[in-house]
């Protein structure tokens, strides 16, 4: 089978995690999860003892940093120099700032360049809010998925519960959930968009299973 590249995009809590792993792992592809790298930027920052505001320090440490993605079951780990942080990524305070710093341009250029690498040889299932427009604007499938912000607030919460990382309650979450969108939606620097080109796919009232039946049966020409 000859390897192609998908991209999935779409708001905070759309299911796009769970659906780009399931969807990666019956294709054999390699799944990136690219708003834990915003995160890992965040953790740093925190860890650092800067303030997120502090744009020009921010920009020095995220081209000082390494992040490194590692594939493993149920996802992804991720380590930042050499620290593994996955669970400390998806803290409360971490999901707080991100949106901030992920609107810097310096972390943008940075973590972009970073993505773009590991979608060079093809195979890999990337999710985040500008991989169809900006980071694989050629990939081969892209999909656009979106559902209610109070669908997506109610699966997140399971979700941390479930991980038992949650510290928000359900209308905390709905509310940074609409924060994020806004922030996300009306950044300068490649805001959250839907492609031209892509598939649009409102997962309110679809299972998890049918999405991504729904996105294995856009690749069915490709394999
Ligand atoms: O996907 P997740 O909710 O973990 O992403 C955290 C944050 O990272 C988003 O709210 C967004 O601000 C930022 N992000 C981004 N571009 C991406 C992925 C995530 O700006 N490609």
Same mark, same amino acid.
């Given at each position: 089978m000859d390897k192609f590249n998908i991209a999935i995009d779409g708001p905070a *809590? $759309? *299911?796009k995690s769970t659906i780009a792993r399931l969807v990666a792992g019956a294709l054999g592809f390699v799944y990136v999860d690219t708003g834990a790298m915003y995160r890992a930027v965040t953790w !740093?920052? /925190?860890h650092e003892g800067l303030l997120p505001e502090q744009e020009d320090e921010v920009a020095k440490l995220v081209n000082r940093m390494d992040i490194k993605l590692i594939p493993g079951e149920g996802g992804q780990q991720v380590f930042v120099d050499g620290t593994d942080v996955t669970k400390e990524i998806r803290s409360a305070a971490v999901t707080t700032h991100v949106s901030l710093i992920a609107s810097y341009a310096a972390v943008r250029q940075s973590l972009v360049a970073l993505q /773009? /690498?590991?979608?060079?040889s093809k195979g890999v299932v990337m999710d985040g809010r500008d991989i169809g427009t900006h980071v694989i604007p050629? $990939?081969?499938?892209k999909v656009f998925l979106t559902a209610s912000v109070s669908k997506r607030a109610e699966r997140?919460? !399971?979700e941390l519960q479930e991980s038992g990382t949650g510290t928000m309650t359900l209308s905390e979450l709905e509310q940074d959930i609409a924060r994020r969108d806004q922030l996300d939606e009306a950044r300068e620097i490649s805001p959250l968009r839907r492609a031209h080109d892509a598939v649009l796919m409102d997962s309110t009232s679809m299972t998890i299973e049918e999405v991504v039946e729904e996105i294995l049966g856009l690749c069915k020409d490709k394999v």
């Amino acid at each position: 089978m000859d390897k192609f590249n998908i991209a999935i995009d779409g708001p905070a *809590g $759309a *299911g796009k995690s769970t659906i780009a792993r399931l969807v990666a792992g019956a294709l054999g592809f390699v799944y990136v999860d690219t708003g834990a790298m915003y995160r890992a930027v965040t953790w !740093k920052v /925190q860890h650092e003892g800067l303030l997120p505001e502090q744009e020009d320090e921010v920009a020095k440490l995220v081209n000082r940093m390494d992040i490194k993605l590692i594939p493993g079951e149920g996802g992804q780990q991720v380590f930042v120099d050499g620290t593994d942080v996955t669970k400390e990524i998806r803290s409360a305070a971490v999901t707080t700032h991100v949106s901030l710093i992920a609107s810097y341009a310096a972390v943008r250029q940075s973590l972009v360049a970073l993505q /773009q /690498q590991m979608t060079k040889s093809k195979g890999v299932v990337m999710d985040g809010r500008d991989i169809g427009t900006h980071v694989i604007p050629d $990939a081969e499938i892209k999909v656009f998925l979106t559902a209610s912000v109070s669908k997506r607030a109610e699966r997140r919460f !399971k979700e941390l519960q479930e991980s038992g990382t949650g510290t928000m309650t359900l209308s905390e979450l709905e509310q940074d959930i609409a924060r994020r969108d806004q922030l996300d939606e009306a950044r300068e620097i490649s805001p959250l968009r839907r492609a031209h080109d892509a598939v649009l796919m409102d997962s309110t009232s679809m299972t998890i299973e049918e999405v991504v039946e729904e996105i294995l049966g856009l690749c069915k020409d490709k394999v």
